[in-house]
T-cell receptor, first 110, second 113 residues
Framework: GQQVMQIPQYQHVQEGEDFTTYCNSS?????IQWYKQRPGGHPVFLIQ?????EVKKQKRLTFQFGEAKKNSSLHITATQTTDVGTYFC??????????FGAGTRLFVKA | NAGVTQTPKFRVLKTGQSMTLLCAQD?????MYWYRQDPGMGLRLIHY???????AKGEVPDGYNVSRLKKQNFLLGLESAAPSQTSVYFC????????????FGPGTRLTVL
């Protein structure tokens, strides 16, 4: 069945350093979504990527969708303490079945 | 406009007891999902629904049943709770029209003793 792998599991950075998390799907995706979850909270939608090779930016966040629509990445430039949390990718296959990656937990040291 | 709501917020069950978790959305969304999230882990899809009266199995459906009798409600049932079902349960819905933002409920924290 459809599987979504996400790495790394954890990342510790110094404030101001960059951060990247990667997502790989075992199958070609219809689209991929990224979410952020703060401790004790629920996932909050960040963005959706639909087109092959798509790149989208939100301030310091850059999202990419691979040409084969099987991988994606989230890059944060110059991390801030407010970026702390767990970042999840979610691969959407046929029929709107959505499979989440295990998430990357980001720790930012001031 | 409350978005996605879940009841109850917390529940403690004994092994073998049954219960139903209710998810309600007021956004007229077609698609609804039930996930479970175990400590330090990602979300795993239990069941989902692509419309009123339809349901489908996700990654970890065993031990759970669902019903979508009304478009705005998606119920998750545990017939005979087990300690392995201790988790935080999240409901989500999407409209089915791009962008497919999943709106999540606040979660239900379930403990099975």
């Amino acid at each position: 069945g459809q599987q979504v792998m996400q790495i790394p599991q954890y990342q510790h950075v110094q404030e101001g350093e960059d951060f990247t998390t990667y997502c790989n799907s075992s199958t070609t995706l219809s689209n991929i979504q990224w979410y952020k979850q703060r401790p004790g909270g629920h996932p909050v939608f960040l963005i959706q990527l639909v087109k092959s090779g798509e790149v989208k930016k939100q301030k310091r966040l850059t999202f990419q969708f691979g040409e084969a629509k099987k991988n994606s990445s989230l890059h944060i430039t110059a991390t801030q303490t407010t970026d702390v949390g767990t970042y999840f990718c979610a691969g959407v296959g046929g029929g709107f079945k959505t499979i989440f990656g295990a998430g990357t937990r980001l720790f930012v040291k001031a | 406009n409350a978005g996605v709501t879940q009841t109850p917020k917390f529940r403690v069950l004994k092994t073998g007891q049954s219960m139903t978790l209710l998810c309600a959305q007021d956004m007229n969304h077609e698609y609804m999902y039930w996930y479970r999230q175990d400590p330090g882990m990602g979300l795993r899809l239990i069941h989902y629904s692509v419309g009123e009266g339809t349901t489908a199995k996700g990654e970890v459906p065993d031990g759970y049943n669902v019903s979508r009798l009304k478009k705005q409600n998606f119920l998750l049932g545990l017939e005979s709770a087990a300690p392995s079902q201790t988790s935080v349960y999240f409901c989500a819905s999407i409209s089915g029209v791009l962008p497919d933002t999943q709106y999540f409920g606040p979660g239900t924290r379930l403990t099975v003793l």
